[in-house]
């Protein structure tokens, strides 16, 4: 291969993000200067916060400018290099975006460059071990605050942050309710994953079902999800509640700004507190919580589940899954194996 | 006199409360059994949270129940006593209600049966040393926690829990910036309180005022009215700003449910928390709290303002003029005086 395929931001998406907000090119494979490195991308990462990203609007990375490639979380191998601290053959988690081939600037990469400790597969450090695992560690952990017995509620429970969310809330003795959308991802949440309780969205009243499944009130919610499952859960909140900000995919393709829950005051009444994070800013402890998540997946049973497409010409229609539902756990795409 | 005036509950409000909501009725005066006492009520305190307290719904205490005087703050003075701890004369801070005489059984009262420490007028400890002076303090340091040179935005900051609020803010070092109701509350916020900044939500975009008025965006925004004035403040949060959620006035007379805020996704991206409190909770501590503003008021210009009106048959139409924003700071109504 001696060509760079790439996937272009075109347009700026208004509502569901769709294929045509991407073009496809070609160009010459670039060439690492000094101090940088080649990468050959194979696994491509497909998260919800890409959708913020494509929009011309501040947020907590710049927008993604019209005419780049796609910003997404990559796997790879190196190439070449020019950096004392990567060889040939390195396989490597960075930033790639949406083409064959990326040079980096280590220091300068959004989350850096990093190597993939041997054992681990690109599968599980794109997934547990990485944004979407270390999401759901840090927002559960540190603003969740967990304790054994209380009652944690997960929205988008099915996907790779709620799924993890959900399991370490399992591990330290909480009940735990998911909501998900399909009988398949409430079987798989239900029977392998250990949640206590799950609510199907799609085909049951979640407020009403939140009221069932948590007798005691919910002490943590983790939501994935904002809208009215956010509302529905504020209903039910307990004193001292924390509701964990994670993600808002409901309102992520919306045309028009959605309305927020009608009863924020339940917030005052019940002494609770909401909170938004980004898991950019825990990057420096992720060895911490990689080593726990390491432990939990080989003695507590913490499952983790990939959906893996494939074939470069495939990437802009397997961000549309994330926002159809259509993913069960973490959205994966590869274009080849490290050799 | 030697009737009970009392004003009862009548009817649950449906939108604006109004004079129809209650109903005036005559009583015999009330005996007081062992260990209780009996009040004169002389002074009554008017609070939005009573309207909550008239809607048949679970709330941080109790709905006031149909044919029940009123619940109110109240300060009166003790007729006679068959309790160890008080002695007729002594002038007294309970939860009254709307009738001139109450019997309390110290221990079962919502709040207690306090006695006003010498020197200290009904006014001041009714307002700045009262509920909402005790709001104003434990919202904004335990939650708010400002830090000096930070920006400190404040909705109905003419209010009575708005303006201490706002001047603890001011004391502790930080730029001040106040919203409320029409040019002579923010003439007053500007050239009495020592505000940096007012913003007129009645003249002016509230929006765009915050943008300007806060370059350096907002670390503590203290809330008392919610609805679109909490989305406006929102879009000005800085990064790990706190939303004190005091209140939300701007919602408790409406007959539908009001929606949310649009972009509670910028705590997300800011990494913010947005917590509710209630002041009960803080009670066993208020010695420290009436020490630090006692203090304040004698030593650093700490100002509070009282609108007084008179005469028992006024007490249904003053209630009203909470939510219509016709009072000047804290709303309270006399009676008479203490002898």
Same mark, same amino acid.
């Given at each position: 291969?001696?060509?760079?395929?790439?996937?272009?931001? *075109?347009?700026?998406?208004?509502? /569901?993000?769709?294929?045509?907000?991407? +073009?496809?090119?070609? %160009?010459?494979?670039? +060439?690492? !200067?000094?101090?940088?490195v080649l990468v050959r991308n194979l696994y491509f990462s497909f998260d919800p916060t890409q959708r913020g990203w494509m929009e011309d609007r501040p947020s907590y990375l710049p927008p993604v400018a019209l005419g780049e490639p796609m910003r997404a979380g990559t796997i790879g191998q190196v190439v070449s290099s020019k950096n004392a601290n990567f060889t040939a053959g390195?396989?490597?988690? %960075?930033? !790639? !975006?949406?083409?064959?081939?990326?040079?980096? #600037?280590p220091d300068q990469a959004v989350m850096? /460059?990093?190597?993939?400790?041997?054992?681990?597969?690109? +599968?599980?450090?794109?997934?547990? /071990?990485?944004?979407?695992? /270390? %999401? *759901?560690?840090?927002g559960l952990l540190d603003l969740g605050q967990p304790k054994a017995g209380e009652t944690v509620l997960v929205s988008g429970a099915a996907g790779a942050?709620?799924?993890? *969310?959900?399991?370490i809330a399992r591990i330290k003795g909480c009940r735990v309710v998911g909501i998900a959308g399909g009988p398949d991802k409430c079987a798989w949440l239900k029977n392998e994953a250990g949640f206590d309780e799950?609510?199907?969205?799609?085909n049951e009243n979640v407020n009403q079902r939140i009221a069932e499944t948590c007798p005691n009130k919910v002490d943590v919610f983790f939501d994935n999800v904002g809208g009215d499952i956010l509302e529905s859960a504020l209903n039910h909140i307990n004193m001292r509640a924390r509701v964990v900000l994670c993600g808002g995919i409901s309102g992520y393709n919306a045309t028009q700004p959605t309305p927020g829950p009608t009863n924020l005051m339940n917030l005052v009444i019940m002494r609770a507190r909401m909170e938004g994070f980004?898991?950019?800013d825990y990057m420096n402890r992720?060895? %911490? #919580?990689i080593t726990e998540l390491l432990n939990w997946i080989q003695n507590d049973g913490l499952l983790y589940q990939v959906d893996v497409q494939e074939g470069f010409e495939h990437i802009p229609n397997t961000l549309q899954r994330l926002f159809t539902g259509q993913n069960l756990g973490k959205q994966l795409l590869k274009t080849g194996e490290p050799s």
């Open positions: 291969m001696n060509i760079n395929r790439q996937w272009l931001l *075109a347009k700026r998406p208004h509502g /569901l993000v769709g294929v045509d907000n991407f +073009e496809y090119t070609e %160009t010459p494979i670039p +060439e690492p !200067g000094d101090g940088e390195d396989v490597v988690q %960075t930033t !790639g !975006g949406w083409q064959d081939f990326v040079v980096i #600037a850096g /460059l990093n190597k993939v400790p041997a054992g681990i597969s690109p +599968e599980m450090m794109m997934s547990v /071990l990485g944004v979407t695992g /270390l %999401t *759901a560690y840090w942050t709620g799924s993890v *969310a959900g399991q799950v609510i199907d969205y799609k980004i898991v950019i992720s060895n %911490t #919580a």
